[in-house]
């Protein structure tokens, strides 16, 4: 079994588009299936001395060498503001070579909101393929 992370605690604000937050440096994969799991917590905020509430959508997608294989997304109404932990469990079958992966997120908020990421995280574990019991992908 192998294992890499990559994580941080700098705060950096969500531009409006969709960005990459966390990529884990490449590595190589024989047959193996790789386990990625991974977290961000997120703070929206309504800005002014008189904040009101809002609605918004977030995407948070994983993606492998350029290509997004899985995401969750939450929408709703923040009452003045908000903290979010997206998260994300993926078990991947890669093609033999070196791959890439990594955490971006999409937001829509009105102009103005106070957005930022506090902390994220993503890690990938390796196992040998016949280190996994018969599983299923729907």
């Known amino acids: 079994m192998q294992f890499a992370f990559v994580e941080s605690l700098t705060r950096i604000p969500i531009p409006p588009a969709n960005v990459s937050i966390l990529t884990l440096p490449p590595f190589p994969t024989s047959r193996q299936v790789v386990k990625l799991e991974s977290m961000?917590?997120?703070?929206?905020?309504s800005p002014g001395p008189n904040p009101t509430d809002f609605?918004?959508?977030?995407s948070y997608l994983l993606y492998r060498d350029g290509t997004y294989i899985a995401f969750t997304s939450q929408s709703d109404i923040a009452h003045r503001s908000i903290e979010i932990t997206p998260n994300i469990t993926w078990v991947d079958v890669p093609p033999s070579g070196t791959h890439t992966y990594e955490i971006r997120i999409a937001l829509a908020v009105p102009t103005g909101t106070v957005t930022d990421i506090r902390s994220r995280t993503l890690t990938a574990t390796l196992y040998p393929e016949g280190q996994v019991l018969p599983s299923t992908m729907t």
Do not use: R
């Not at 961000?40 to 905020?45: D, E, K, N, R």
């Open 55 to 58: 609605e918004f959508l977030l």
């Open 40 to 45: 961000a917590t997120v703070y929206l905020g």
